[in-house]
């Protein structure tokens, strides 16, 4: 069964259900999904999302910048949803998270002291989010948790800031290691789609042209590395959470949304 979720106006829309648990269950659907930009969503896309699907609750992790050059989107028209704007701030590029265009190897990097590669850079600005925005992140989770409908994530590109904050909530949901990746690369089957799309905007053009299309490409070691950071100087994620305020309560309520 497809996790992907075919709309007009999106292109990287799937659900974080049928993923392999630690345990040896799965994931449940129609709870939480995750998406990229969802400015281009048609009415029959709104009808899709709100009346089938359920719909009620979408986590914005777009800066403020983002919001205001693009528009709040067709889904704020939708009276039964209820949105929370919840920037990271970490972005590199001007307006958008589609890659990191500069980087601070103090800042961004700080429990390295050598030549910055790309799986460090990429993994850096991951760890940004959560450095710089720890409020935000939490935040983010609780709303992923509510349980009076599905929540959907989103961004820009659906890969980035989507892609760390989904890997938490299955880190929560106790999805194995293997489908926390496997879901973060999934986004490269419909790269190009992606970028084609962005490119239309002037807000995300010339972030995206500033490097190589394959260069945007999710790969495996990028998300790898930035859990292994939390592994090795939080014992794991859910030891970062704990240091920022999640709660039993919290860990109850995700772990239900998104398991039978």
Known sequence: MTRWIDLEGAVNVRD????PTRDGGLTRRGRIF?????????????SLLVGELNLRHVVDLRSTAEVNLEGP?????????????????????????????????DRVLPWQEREVDEELRVTGFYF??????????????????????????????????TGVLSALAL?????????????YVATGERLELILKRLRASDTYRDDLDSRPADDHRPRARYIEQFLKVLDDRFS????????????DADD???RARLRD
């Open 236 to 247: 794991g994620p859910m030891g970062w959470l704990r240091g920022h305020g999640w709660t």
């Open 128 to 161: 940004g989010y959560l450095r710089d925005r720890p409020d935000a992140v939490v935040a983010a989770l609780r709303a992923m948790a509510l349980d009076d409908g599905a929540a959907l994530v989103h961004c820009a590109a659906g890969k980035d800031r």
């Open 34 to 46: 995750r998406a990229d930009n969802l400015q281009g969503l048609t009415p029959a896309d709104v």
């Open 16 to 19: 974080l259900g049928e993923l």
């Open 171 to 183: 880190e929560v949901a106790g999805a194995t290691r293997e489908a926390i990746v496997q879901d």
């Open 252 to 254: 109850a309520a995700l």
């Open 73 to 105: 989107g067709p889904l704020t028209r939708a009276p039964e949803v209820t949105h929370h704007h919840l920037t990271l701030f970490a972005e590199g590029g001007r307006h958008t998270d589609v890659e990191a265009d500069s980087i601070d190897g």
